[in-house]
């Protein structure tokens, strides 16, 4: 995936949700993975152009471990003229060895949105943005209907009342085999996530099962994904 489609698909989920307005100030939660990367390019690239003036803030909550090195993702982020600032915190240490955690995605989630949370408060931010795409999008909802018993996934614009910013998701419409192309054709410098149980999850499950049924069942993504956008899921109706 070229630059242009990038910014033209990541365009027309902040026109289709308005998720952007004069004078944002946005943080970008940084992880070091390819979509928050991808994620990175696309807002910085816009905010060359788009109709509505907004700056830009790159977070990355540091969990801990000691073989994460973050030095050419701030490399990235000056050559892109963005701020970057590293919250160093000892997550891994607390969900691993203290709690020893034996489903320690949901405190770990927790604890990375508190901390990414508090310093975009105190940089000045008014909204976040995750790099969630859409694949994540299908997934998301088939995990509430298989593990919760409910049609449900997470929207495109959420007001977070607690810590009183919003959070938006401008990749929704971005596929995650796209996003990969993007990475290898821009040589994003990706930190690989040394999580033990990275790869192991409900998600990683659901996102084969979900492959598995698309090989049987052509189209099945684009039906899923139409699915959740006219299903009046909260926040999934445009706000044309």
């Keep these: 995936m070229k630059l242009q489609q990038l910014l033209s698909y990541t365009r027309k989920a902040l026109d289709d949700y308005q998720m952007i307005e004069n004078g944002d100030k946005i943080a970008i939660g940084v992880s070091g993975g390819k979509d ?6 696309a807002l910085s690239g816009l905010r060359r152009f788009y109709p509505k003036q907004f700056e830009i803030e790159a977070i990355t909550v540091n969990m801990g471990f000691k073989e994460l090195d973050f030095t050419e993702v701030a490399n990235l982020c000056k050559e892109l003229n963005i701020n970057y600032t590293v919250v160093e915190s000892d997550i891994a240490d607390i969900v691993f060895e203290h709690r020893k955690e034996s489903n320690p995605c949901s405190l770990c989630a927790k604890m990375r949105k508190g901390a990414f949370n508090t310093k975009a408060k105190e940089l000045g931010c008014n909204k976040e943005a995750y790099a969630h795409h859409y694949d994540d999008v299908i997934e998301t909802m088939m ?3 298989i593990y919760e018993g409910r049609f449900h996934c997470f929207s495109p614009v959420t007001y977070l009342d ?3 910013i919003t959070l938006i998701r401008p990749l929704i419409y971005v596929e995650e085999k796209d996003i ?3 990475r ?5 410098p990706v930190v690989k996530n040394p999580c033990p149980v990275d790869g192991y999850t409900k998600r990683e499950y659901i996102k084969q099962l979900i492959k598995t049924l698309g090989f049987e069942s ?3 993504r684009e039906r899923l994904f139409h699915a959740i956008q006219s299903s009046g899921i909260d926040g999934w ?4």
Aim: proline letters at 4%; zero cysteines.
């Design 180 to 182: 990969k192309g993007f």
């Design 218 to 220: 052509p189209g099945l």
């Design 162 to 164: 607690r810590s009183d």
């Design 184 to 188: 290898n054709a821009y040589r994003l």
């Design 143 to 145: 995990m509430s209907l």
């Design 237 to 240: 109706g445009k706000r044309l």
């Design 36 to 41: 928050s990367l991808t994620l990175l390019y």
